[in-house]
């Protein structure tokens, strides 16, 4: 089992950032991946970014390029999701996943095992 909790999310200004972490417990390794995905009201769920425990490869949507940096800590099992440049479209309830087994840093959210409870991301215009 592994356990995610997260936090940073809150309220902010379009144009300003946040950054929210995610931190895993439990059963973490080395095959691993983590992800971000938000979920916006009436939307489905989209993913934001992800990246593998160890070594390199990561993924970033193409609506937050530019805009938004995975990274991790892992002597603190932590993922970061750095939030810049902040728009109205951006506000959903943001949360963390994890898959255990992947080499890859997969964009579907079904193939993330574990998550966490989420938390809340509102920009204001």
């Known amino acids: 089992q592994v356990q995610l909790v997260e936090s940073g999310g809150g309220l902010v200004q379009a144009g300003g950032s946040l950054r929210l972490s995610c931190a895993a417990s439990g059963r973490t390794g080395s095959s691993y991946a983590m992800g971000w995905f938000r979920q916006a009201p009436g939307k489905e769920r989209e993913f934001v970014a992800a990246?593998?425990?160890?070594?390199?490869?990561?993924n970033i949507a193409d609506s937050v390029k530019g805009r938004f940096t995975i990274s991790r800590a892992n002597a603190k099992n932590t993922v970061y999701l750095q939030m810049n440049s902040l728009k109205p479209e951006d506000t959903a309830v943001y949360y963390c996943?994890?898959?255990?087994?992947?080499?890859?840093?997969?964009?579907?959210?079904?193939?993330?095992?574990?998550w966490g409870q989420g938390t809340q991301v509102t920009v204001s215009s």
């Open positions: 990246i593998r425990w160890s070594g390199a490869g990561t």
């Open positions: 996943a994890a898959n255990p087994t992947t080499r890859a840093v997969p964009t579907i959210s079904r193939l993330y095992d574990y």
